[in-house]
């Protein structure tokens, strides 16, 4: 594992593969700092980093923390208490408002509400967050300027407009794969909390529910039908001991405030 530093040294010191990594070897080289801050101006957006007064300092808990972000909106929301809701893109009538209760019943207590901007549960929550006049923050796998997935461009700017869109990529950068999971572990370090509301048995929520506990903390699921699918990965994590299971905001909330 390299820093920033170190790898920009190295690519100018012609140390990696110039055949291989050709493409990242003419970008690296090609940026200017002027332009780099240009292009996120463009964008209306803020540059953080962790020497700025306002990053949110839960992110120096990560092994590897982001070298900086990108964030659209308020960047004094991610200094709020946060609850992370996460859950399969593919959700049933019961998860989405789920979600969307959970999502509402903790801006009720001036909560902000995390997720990753996704079809599905995410949707649900920072809807919910969001008809409860409360903010909610979505953490994005591409680009600040890149609407993934298409059909959330409003979604987004009404996040932006009480809240904050974050990204660790410059904009104009794709969605691919292994974004959404590194991106996972920023949506579990943001948050003081972690609730998986639908999940497959595989699923990238689980993912973000391993990365908030290896952080120490606390990891809820809500049980469904031991007949759904969608309810198998929840299940999973209770079965395994690693999440609470909880079904309701009270109780949610009373473990999240005693938790040790």
């Known amino acids: 594992m390299h820093g920033p530093i170190e790898v920009i040294d190295k690519v100018n010191s012609g140390m990696y593969d110039p055949v291989k990594y050709q493409k990242t070897i ?20 803020h540059f953080l980093t962790p020497e700025d007064e306002k990053w949110p300092p839960s992110l120096d808990d990560l092994a590897c923390p982001p070298i900086a972000l990108v964030v659209k909106g308020c960047v004094d929301v991610l200094r709020m208490k946060s609850l992370a809701i996460v ?10 408002r789920v979600a969307g209760d959970f999502a509402a019943g903790f801006v009720d207590r001036e909560w902000a509400i995390v997720s990753g901007g996704a079809y599905g549960i995410d949707a649900a929550a920072h809807r919910g967050a969001l008809v409860a006049e409360g903010v ?19 979604l987004f700017e009404e996040i932006a407009e009480t809240g904050a869109m974050v990204s660790e990529v410059m904009p104009g950068t794709p969605a691919i794969p292994a974004r959404f999971l590194t991106r996972n572990r920023l949506i579990a370090a943001l948050s003081q909390a ?11 929520s689980l993912r973000t529910a391993r ?29 395994e001991r690693a999440a609470e299971v909880v079904t309701s905001v009270a109780d949610a909330m009373e473990f999240v405030t005693s938790f040790k």
């Open 26 to 45: 003419l970008k690296i080289r090609g940026a200017h700092a002027d332009g780099v801050l240009a292009t996120i101006d463009k964008t209306h957006s």
């Open 136 to 154: 909610t923050i979505a953490v994005v796998a591409a680009g600040i300027d890149v609407h993934y997935p298409a059909g959330h461009g409003r």
């Open 87 to 96: 859950g399969t893109r593919n959700p049933t009538n019961y998860g989405v």
């Open 211 to 239: 990365d908030a506990a290896e952080l120490m903390r606390p990891v809820m699921a809500i049980p469904g039908p031991i007949t759904s699918p969608t309810s198998e990965g929840c299940h999973r994590l209770i079965g």
């Open 194 to 204: 972690t609730l998986v509301v639908e999940a497959a048995f595989r699923s990238g």
